[in-house]
Structure formats: C-alpha cells, structure tokens
C-alpha cells in the first residue's frame, strides 16, 4: 500500500543517504518533487543561528538555598522570523535534582529586528561560583522540517554566598547585647567595662556602684553606669584543613562554622568592635581586613562564598604565625576548628601559648548529634557496641577541651544549630566580663 501525506515525506527523509545532510541540518539536502521543494523552503526560511546577538542581565548572587534569576536577550537581525528552542547551560549543581530540564530550556520566537527576553531561574545546591556555559539555539522553519543549530558563549558568573541561617539569633544577642551596653535597666560591670554616666540610685543597685561625691552634690543616692569597652579587635580564623571536610548532618564542618562566624561578626559589629577574618590551612585561604562596621558582614559572606576545605592537615605552626601577624595588638582570637585529640594535641597544643600570651583564645568546634544519639541507644548488642564507642569519643573530646581550657582557652563545643547561638553567648560573657 502506497504512503501518502506525512508518512510519505517521514520515509522519504528517512531512505536518504547520510552523505548528503549538512552540517548543521537535522533533515537533509534534498529530495525529488514537491517534497525536496518543501524542506528547501523550510531549511532557508528557518532563521540563521550564528548571526543571532545574545546578552544577559540579572542576579550576580544568591544565597545558598535561594535562587537567582538570569535574563538572556535574543537580538534577532535577520529578515526571518526566528522559532527557536534554546537550552541555557550552566553547571549541574546550578539547580535542584530534576529541574534543571524545566529551568534550563525555552521556546521563543523572535520578529525579524527584534529581541526577546527568556529568564532562567537557578537554584543552586553548592556555595561558590557559578560560570554559565554555551547557549545552544535551534532554528526552526515554518513547516518544521529542518532545523538550524549552533551555540554561542555568553559569559556570565552567580556567585553563591553562604546561607547565614543562624541570623534568626541575631535580634535576641542584640537584645543582650543593649543590657551590657547600659540601655536597659540591667546594667553590670567588669573590670574592662567604662564609665558610662550617673543616675538616682534604685532598689536592687550595687552599692559598689554609688558615687558619694555625686551623691553629696544633690539631694539623692547617684550611681555609676558602666558600659563595655568598644573598639576591641576580634580575629576570626577559619581552619579550612581536613577536618573541616567532615560532614555533619548534611553539610561539612566548614559550613557550621561559617554561619557561627558570620553571626559573631555581626554581632561583634553592633558591639563597636572591629571585626578581621583569616581562613587558614597549609596558607592563607583568605584575609579581611580593615573594613567599616557596615561593610564588615558583605565582605565577610563574599569572602566565605568560594572557601572549599583542602584535604591536607592544617598548619597549625603556620596559622598562628599568621595570627600573630594579622593581631599584633591584645585581641579576641576566636578558632573555629576541631576538638578531635590528634589534630589538637599534635598541632594546636605545642603553639597554643604563644597565643594565649598576647591574646584571649576562643576555640569553638562543631559537634555531631550523631554522637549523642548513638550514645543513647540500647535495646540490642549492635546498639550497646554503638554507644560504648559513642561515649569513648564523648570522653576523649572532653579530656581535649579541658586540656585547652588549662591553657587558657576558652571552648565552646555545640552541634551545628547550637554553634553559632553559643559562639555568641561566649563573646557577650568575656565582654560583660571585661576581658576582651
């Protein structure tokens, strides 16, 4: 039985030679009668790719677990229409699993001297830069035969910022924060704090507080206020060696402790005091320095955004020699690092004096909840086994914190939610203590 009508043309297109499509044709050159006539009209009144003027518009940068909008502007100069699908390449942890085929491609149709606009949405799954790659067009005739086909680079860069989930703490330390600053009625007093002012005495005052000069100028009890010392300098160091590969729960050590230091660097900034970051593992991964208070937190998050840790052991030799040098003046150096006996007894401890003799030295480390649960567990031998080895490494890391804080350290131990939260409750108790 004879084909006719569509069939006919699909088994024409189909029995001719590969030799005879182009380069860029999805059909092929030709074919007898009314059908060759018909896929050359289509093949030549589908608009030309490469001479199709591409641009893009939009986000530079997102935090991780938003997203970001890129706009691509299709500039078509040709006398034909363009009918096009296009795909919008850009890595593969651009996008949530299973949407980059819906976020990444479009249909679009542009007039002849006219432009359109297709915007894709990223998502991306990983901090860092994101750098797009080939856009790759394909042209369509009217009958959609044949298809034109070519790429074009449009560069363009997303740079994905760390998420800085921890900042719903940040109203609450403020709140602290305004206490020992003498805004409120609670008002306390270290020997590092400053005289703030005078005012009437109320019950419940320390009567340490009372100014009898004062007192005997005006008919009532005065009391002096005090405030914490601002303008201190805080160093936060980043080990970005090994161990801060490590994941816990669903992101590495690295990421905890970055939102622990961006709420500390944010609240420390509130406080008037200067904020300086290294990231540090066999070399200085990063520095900031010297920014103003409002530029403190921007320049922090940007420098974080493309730190990956190094899979080598941290230096630690070479990271207080460095911390040295970046806080020549009496300071806060707070270490985001492990708690784990080797690394520490092996690398910190030998260097820890030199440190604590010039400065006060915070070492604050992620925990794994994983650890406490297994410590827990009973009900069968697989379990007690579990929680036996739970609570040896339970054991070690505190025989290693209680090492540290015999030299002088303070340590703040807490699981990834906790860490930030109590990295600052540490940095408000020194400063009401007046040891910053």
Known sequence: MPLTGRAALLAAIGSIPIGLWGPSWTGVLAVDGPLALACACDFALAAPVRRLVLSRSGDTSTRLGESADVTLTVTNPSRR?????????????????????????????????????????????????????RVTIRSYGPLGLFSRQGGHKVPWSVRVLPPFTSRKHLPSKLARLRELDGRTSVLTRGEGTEFDSLREYVPGDDTRSIDWRATARQSAVAVRTWRPERDRHILLVLDTGRTSAGRVGDAPRLDASMDAALLLAALASRAGDRVDLLAYGRRVRALVQGRAAGDVLPSLVNAMATL????????????????????PRRSLIVLLTTLDTAPVEEGLLPVLSQLTQRHTVLLASVADPHIARMAKARGDA???????????AQDERHRTAEQLRRGGVVVVDATPDDLAPALADAYLSLKAAGRL
């Open 81 to 133: 229409p363009l009918r096009a699908r296009l795909r919008d390449g850009w890595p593969p942890s651009s996008w949530q699993p299973g949407t980059e085929v819906d976020a990444s491609r479009h249909h679009l149709t542009v007039p002849p001297g006219e432009r359109r606009r297709v915007t894709t949405r990223l998502s991306p799954t990983r901090r860092g830069d994101r750098q797009a790659d």
């Open 308 to 327: 990956e840790p190094e899979l080598v052991e941290m230096d630690a030799r070479g990271l207080a020699a460095t911390a040295l040098r970046t806080a």
């Open 382 to 392: 697989d379990s007690v086994y579990e929680a036996a080895a739970a609570a040896q």
